[in-house]
Structures are given as structure tokens and as C-alpha cells.
């Protein structure tokens, strides 16, 4: 008879073997270095302002620590890599913990960990952005809420807010998920105002704290009423207004969101309502993908549902032949999906970061004098980081829902003329919808340079260098 101890042994066993295959994936298909992910950086060290001089509409965390993490680590492609690489491990290791804690059976929590794993790559996991470094704290917070449920200890939902402010400092969007923790806890009537405010005191005090910091730390640099602006006025009031920012899913891409949901259908017809309450709140998590919508916006989702694969086995033999079938055939329709996207990024590239793009820097470092301002029109702005130039203040990318800000392209125009900018990167716009990445031309910023530039000579089969004409 095998023994407890070996059976633990040889879960552990099995677990390092999928964090090794996960690694294995990730290091052989298509890395995402998300230019913004070093251009903010990047910037911040050349003693350019958050939100002042560099237009972002994210909160301060992640760019402040990889200015940090690019002075020691430096610009290219490879630690941003393996910095992800371990995020995205922290990340199996909680989906197996968290699920073996819900299930009580080591081997539940492998399966959780296998879905998450095998799926996670098709979902963008591997590349840097926001919504893959919230993710531990995310799936952190929803697990203790779950155990708030379930047992009524309120230490439980202070960690469970605790964490969800720390995703918040990191990107707005988490903030989908107070309405739906208060629902719970009225619908389930499990906070007393009254009784348990002491308790989760500390907590709001330290949150409170930390937001009262963050004012004044930008109040001192002289940048609050921009650092509101990006923080709150924008991503609730201008963004889903703005021309060109909202990207609603393909009916293909909805196909995939809703099989993986389907998957656990299952779990509605459990008794047990707090499984349905992870399931449930995946549906908040699919809200996190609007208003623009690419599937690493997803891996909160694709996390906390895979917590739940367990109870989908676990019960599978008892439900209906219909319930069955839904699920199988969106397991079977989840997995031609991810099948296609390994054969086609089976490639240790990085995405932004190719050959051409290292070239034009090249080019650009060789013919551009290193204390010249540049400004890139249309064009890859991790130029800028790998050629070592910087732009005009402000920068921002060339984004409709940026431009189209009432007085934007002045403050940009402006920065070009008083900075006495000689040079433009140039690609030409593609033909497409008007505010379309690519073919979106920002009038006046345009009709500036096609009047006072011309073109110097050709970078690549897609830029040009153009030189302002002499006065």
C-alpha cells in the first residue's frame, strides 16, 4: 500500500514537472515585451514626468518598479522575459495550492494546475503587461473571500480587500469586482456593519494610507490633476467615449471565452453555493477584457475558473447527459484552439522586439546625434529605448483615444517646436478605418510634419527618417 508520504512525494514530483513543461512552453512560443513596458521606464529615468510628460492611464506601481528594474537589469528583451516567466510560476503554484485547499485532494489541485498551464500560453500569459502581474493578487483576493464565505472570519475579507487595493494600485480595472464582494455580503448577510467594522479597521486605515501617499507624492512633483485625470477621470469617463479605444471581440474570439466557461457548467448544478460563487465571479473577470478586447486581459479568469476543475470531475458522473455534452464539446472546442495557437508561434521571437526593430535602431543611433530629440510618427516607440533618444515632451503614443483629448495634439505640437525637434521616424499610414491603429493619422501633429519635414532617407522597408527643413 502506498503511503501518504509518498503520495505527497510524488505530487510534488508531478508539479515540478508541469512547472518545467510550463517553462518549456513559454521559452518556445512568442514572447509579448509590450513596448509601453520599457518606453515608461525608460522615460521615467530620463527624468520625464508620470503623466505629465508620459501619457498613461495606468496607475503608478508597475511603471515605477520597472524603472527601478531597468536600472539594473537594462532595456532588452531578456529579463523582462524571465521576470514574467516568474510571475506566471508564482501563478501555477497559487492555481495548484489554492485548488488542493479547495478540494482537499492533491490530485484535483494538479488537474487545476494542468488546465491552467496548458491554456494560459493560448491566452497571452506569455508577455508582459498589467493584467499578468495583478493576477496573483487577484486569485489571492477571491480565495480568501471564498473562505470568508464559507467560515465568516472576518480576517478572511481583510486580506481579501487588502489584496484587491493592491491589484487596484496596479490597474483600474479590478475594481469590477467591490460591487460583486458586496452583493455577496449582503445577499449572504455575512458582514455585520455594526459588529465586524473593528475588525477590518486596520485594513481601511492602511489603505487609506497608501492612497493618501500616492496625492501627495504627485502634489509634490507637481503632477496631481494629471495623475487624476489618467487614474480616474479618464478610464471611467473619456475612455469608452473616445474614438477608436473600444475593440469589442470577433464572434470567433467570443467562441473561445464562452467554451471556456461552458467547460464548468457543471458547477451551477452543485449544491454547494460557494463553488458557484467562483464560477460566478468569473463573470466579472470576463469584464476586465472591455473595452478593449485581447485575451491577456483574460488570465484573472482562466486562473480563478481553473480553480474549480476539480469540482467538475469530482461530480461529472452525476449530472445530466445535456450538461455533459455542453461541457465536452467546449473542452474539445477550448483545446482545437490552443492546439492552433502552438503550431503557429512555435518560435522563440519576441513580439515588437524583432530583428527589423533592432536594425532601425541601429540606424537611427548611427545617424540621429545622441543629444537631438526625436519624435516617432506612427512608428514603434521602443526606438526610442533601444537607440538610446529620446522624444519631445509630452510623449504619448500615437493612440486615437489619446489624441483626440481636446487640446493634446497642441501640448505635443508645442513640445515639438520649443524642444526644436530635427527628427521624425516616419511610417507611412496604412489605409483602414480613420482611427485605426496604423492607418489613424492625428491632423494637426500630421499637417505640422508634412509641412516642416521632409524625408532624409529610408530606415527600413517601413520607416523613414525625415529631417525638419531649414529654416
Not at 359 to 379: C, L, M, R, T
Request: with cysteine.
Amino acid at each position: 500500500m502506498t503511503s501518504k508520504t509518498n503520495i505527497d512525494k510524488y505530487t510534488y514530483y508531478f508539479l515540478f514537472f508541469l512547472l518545467v513543461l510550463h517553462i518549456i512552453l513559454l521559452a518556445n512560443t512568442k514572447f509579448t515585451l509590450w513596448p509601453e513596458m520599457v518606453v515608461y521606464p525608460y522615460l521615467l529615468n530620463n527624468n520625464f514626468l508620470l503623466y505629465k510628460d508620459i501619457i498613461n492611464p495606468y496607475p503608478p506601481a508597475l511603471s515605477y518598479f520597472l524603472g527601478h528594474f531597468s536600472k539594473i537589469f537594462g532595456y532588452y528583451p531578456l529579463p523582462y522575459e524571465l521576470f514574467t516567466w516568474a510571475v506566471v510560476i508564482l501563478t501555477d503554484i497559487l492555481v495548484f495550492i489554492l485548488a488542493t485547499k479547495i478540494t482537499k485532494r492533491f490530485f484535483l489541485g494538479l488537474l487545476s494546475a494542468s488546465f491552467f498551464i496548458i491554456f494560459s500560453i493560448p491566452f497571452g500569459i506569455n508577455g508582459l503587461w498589467f493584467d499578468i502581474i495583478q493576477t496573483p493578487f487577484i486569485l489571492l483576493s477571491i480565495y480568501f473571500f471564498y473562505k470568508f464565505l464559507k467560515d465568516d472570519k472576518t480576517k478572511h475579507l481583510s486580506w481579501s480587500f487588502l489584496l484587491l487595493f493592491v491589484a487596484i494600485f496596479i490597474k483600474q480595472q479590478v475594481a469590477w469586482l467591490m460591487p460583486w464582494y458586496l452583493f455577496f455580503m449582503i445577499n449572504c448577510k455575512k458582514f455585520n456593519l455594526a459588529h465586524d467594522f473593528k475588525k477590518i479597521l486596520p485594513m481601511l486605515i492602511l489603505v487609506t494610507l497608501v492612497s493618501a501617499m500616492h496625492l501627495l507624492f504627485f502634489y509634490k512633483i507637481g503632477t496631481l490633476n494629471e495623475f487624476l485625470f489618467w487614474n480616474i477621470n479618464f478610464p471611467l469617463l473619456q475612455a469608452s467615449k473616445s474614438p477608436g479605444y473600444i475593440l469589442l471581440p470577433t464572434f470567433r474570439q467570443t467562441l473561445v471565452v464562452l467554451s471556456a466557461f461552458l467547460i464548468f457548467l457543471p458547477v451551477l448544478f452543485l449544491k454547494e453555493k460557494h463553488h458557484r460563487f467562483l464560477l460566478f465571479t468569473t463573470v466579472f473577470l470576463i469584464l476586465f477584457a472591455y473595452p478593449r478586447f485581447d485575451y491577456f486581459h483574460l488570465i484573472p479568469f482562466l486562473a480563478v475558473i481553473s480553480l474549480i476543475v476539480g469540482q467538475v470531475v469530482e461530480n461529472f458522473s452525476k449530472i445530466s447527459l445535456a450538461v455533459k455534452t455542453v461541457s465536452i464539446l467546449s473542452l474539445v472546442f477550448l483545446g482545437s484552439f490552443a492546439a492552433r495557437f502552438y503550431l503557429n508561434n512555435w518560435t522563440a521571437e519576441v513580439r515588437f522586439f524583432e530583428r527589423e526593430i533592432f536594425d532601425s535602431a541601429v540606424f537611427i543611433s548611427n545617424y540621429v546625434p545622441k543629444e537631438e530629440k526625436v519624435y516617432i510618427q506612427n512608428g514603434p516607440d521602443q526606438l526610442l529605448v533601444l537607440s538610446q533618444r529620446l522624444p519631445p515632451k509630452p510623449w504619448a503614443d500615437e493612440f486615437s483615444w489619446y489624441l483626440e483629448i481636446g487640446g493634446m495634439q497642441d501640448e505635443i505640437i508645442q513640445g515639438i517646436r520649443m524642444e526644436q525637434t530635427k527628427f521624425i521616424v516616419f511610417k507611412p499610414y496604412e489605409d483602414g478605418g480613420k482611427y485605426t491603429l496604423g492607418s489613424y493619422r492625428p491632423k494637426k501633429i500630421a499637417d505640422l510634419i508634412d509641412k516642416d519635414y521632409e524625408n532624409m532617407m529610408q530606415i527600413s522597408q517601413t520607416l523613414w527618417l525625415k529631417l525638419k527643413y531649414e529654416d
